[in-house]
């Protein structure tokens, strides 16, 4: 739909500036000719022979002339000044859509970087999730080490300590049997 609105305005600015260049010389030849058609009705020799129409049609024919030669002025100049404007907002949309386009690119790379940070943030959560889980793990791990040392750090003291007393038993045995008590 944009496709040929744009090719339409293109041509149109292609054929004012066509246009334009000869303007000078379109304005110039249009106030030689408004010239010459005014100063014709003044000069006119039927009017001041007397075999023209009456002279109160003639008035009303030049104040015609000069209302329409007024208003054709006026309106050349309301279509300049639209052409200008045109050319500007033509100028201005093509602005405004090259930057809307960048915006929306801009938009589109936005949403995926948004989009692979929040996949990354999950994977992350994942990854101190199961960290937690390991430390947990580990921590019930080292409780149950810490148990057993416990354990067997009272089962080689009592070894120790039984085996003392039958060391000791033997030793005073062995010192009664020999005497040496």
């Known amino acids: 739909m ?12 292609a054929r004012d500036r066509r ?7 379109v304005d110039a030849y249009t106030r030689l ?16 022979s007397g075999d023209s129409p009456n002279h109160d049609e003639i008035t009303r024919l030049r104040q015609d002339l000069s209302t ?3 208003a054709r002025s006026s309106l050349s100049s309301q279509l300049q000044t639209l052409q200008t404007t045109t050319t500007s907002l033509t100028t201005s ?3 405004l859509t090259s930057q809307l386009t960048s915006v929306h690119k801009q938009l589109a790379s936005l949403e995926r970087k948004l989009k692979d940070r929040d996949e990354e943030l999950r994977e992350k959560k994942k990854l101190v999730e199961e960290v937690q889980d390991e430390i947990l793990v580990l ?3 080292l409780n149950a080490v810490g148990r057993e040392k416990e354990k067997l750090k009272n089962e080689n003291g009592e070894l120790v300590r ?4 039958r060391m000791t038993t033997e030793v005073d045995r062995a010192n009664r049997d020999s005497g040496w008590e």
């Open 19 to 25: 246009e334009s260049a000869h303007r000078s010389y």
């Open 93 to 95: 949309n093509a602005t």
């Open 139 to 141: 921590t019930m791990e």
């Open 162 to 165: 039984r085996w003392m007393e």
């Open 2 to 13: 944009a496709d040929w609105s744009t090719r339409y305005l293109a041509a149109l600015d």
């Open 33 to 48: 000719a408004d010239r010459k058609n005014s100063s014709a009705i003044t000069t006119n020799p039927r009017t001041a």
């Open 68 to 70: 329409t030669q007024a």
